[in-house]
Structures are given as structure tokens and as C-alpha cells.
């Protein structure tokens, strides 16, 4: 068993300095550290294109009910869902990974 396992999943449109490609993203748990984080992926290669930890300081916002975004120490990520049922798990999860 690994200890990390995706506890969302949802498509979105990733935006990091302002390029926009069509991404999978998932928040990953690592259930022995406790620890969080995003990552998105191309669909069509899978290369990684997002890599970020999820700390307690992170400050999630959900602009509109399809666009979130939040900030590390060195970009701002957004991410454009393609449905609000996708955004709201996402949201979910990434709050709960939050507390």
C-alpha cells in the first residue's frame, strides 16, 4: 500500500503565469505524514504540472463557483473547473485537507 492516495479528483483547467493547458489535478494525502498537496497533470502526456504541498497558512479561494485559486511563497494557482459538482468536491476535499 502506498502511503500517499488521491482523495479528489477533478478536470480543470490549470493556470499557472498565465498558461492555460486542460490538466487533471488531484489532491494527494499522505496518510503517514499527514501531509497534502495538489497535483495536476496533462491529460494527454500526464507530464506534472503542478507539484504543490497544501500547508495550513494556504489561503483557498474559491472566486466563483467554477474558478478557485490560491497563493504559495513563489506563483498564484488557478483553477477553472469544468462543472461546479467538480469544483464543490474539489473545494471540499481541499478544505478538508485544510483543518
Known amino acids: 500500500k502506498r502511503p500517499e492516495q488521491s482523495i479528489a479528483s477533478a478536470r480543470a483547467s490549470v493556470m499557472v503565469y498565465d498558461d492555460l493547458n486542460r490538466k487533471w489535478v488531484h489532491i494527494y494525502h ?5 501531509t497534502f498537496r495538489v497535483v495536476g497533470r496533462k491529460l494527454h502526456d500526464h507530464e ?10 494556504l489561503k483557498y479561494n474559491q472566486a466563483t463557483p467554477t474558478f478557485h485559486q490560491w497563493r504559495d511563497n513563489k506563483q498564484v494557482y488557478g483553477l477553472n473547473f469544468s462543472s461546479k459538482d467538480d469544483a464543490e468536491v474539489f473545494a471540499a476535499a481541499m478544505l478538508r485537507s485544510l483543518e
Request: charge should be positive; include cysteine.
Open 30 to 34: 499522505h496518510s503517514l505524514n499527514n
Open 48 to 57: 506534472v504540472v503542478i507539484n504543490c504541498a497544501i500547508l495550513k497558512a
